[in-house]
């Protein structure tokens, strides 16, 4: 239909004439009441933002000279995180003279990652900040 008719039959009804489809031979309209139409998008739009989840940065901590049984239970946290869809930092503190033993740490961290594989892929490899050995895992998509 002609445009002229097409603009015509929107006033006669009190409705927008929207351009749907401009690159078609000929270019397509539809009769809407476009304000309704981008109220009706602005709602979808809030729905799907509140639906969607921010991946955070989890923290776990723990010593040099923490003990297996103590690591387990990091592990298993480590592990609800990383199910939840987060990511973990992982956190190995020195004291004092400890800081000499870096070589010793970077394998308990490694390890640490060998444990979560099912869950998990180091993002970051073990490195050094200050008095820290810092480690970032994130989820297996």
Do not use: W
Not at 87 to 109: N, Q
Not at 110 to 127: D, H, I, M, T, Y
């Amino acid at each position: 239909m002609a445009i002229e008719d097409a603009l015509a039959k929107a006033q006669e009804k009190d409705i927008d004439l929207v351009e749907v489809s401009p690159h078609a031979k000929p270019p397509v309209c539809k009769l809407m009441d476009y304000g309704k139409y981008r109220y009706k998008q602005k709602k979808i739009d809030q729905k799907h933002r509140k639906m969607q989840k921010q991946t955070e940065v989890k923290g776990i901590r723990m010593g040099f000279r923490t003990d297996d049984h103590d690591i387990e239970v990091k592990r298993k946290q480590a592990e609800r995180f990383l199910k939840a869809r987060n990511m973990v930092k992982v956190a190995l503190i020195f004291r004092g003279r400890e800081l000499a033993h870096v070589d010793l740490a970077k394998e308990k961290l490694k390890k640490f990652a060998e444990n979560l594989s099912e869950v998990g892929n180091v993002e970051e490899g073990p490195k050094r900040q200050g008095n820290n050995l810092i480690m970032i895992l994130t989820p297996i998509k």
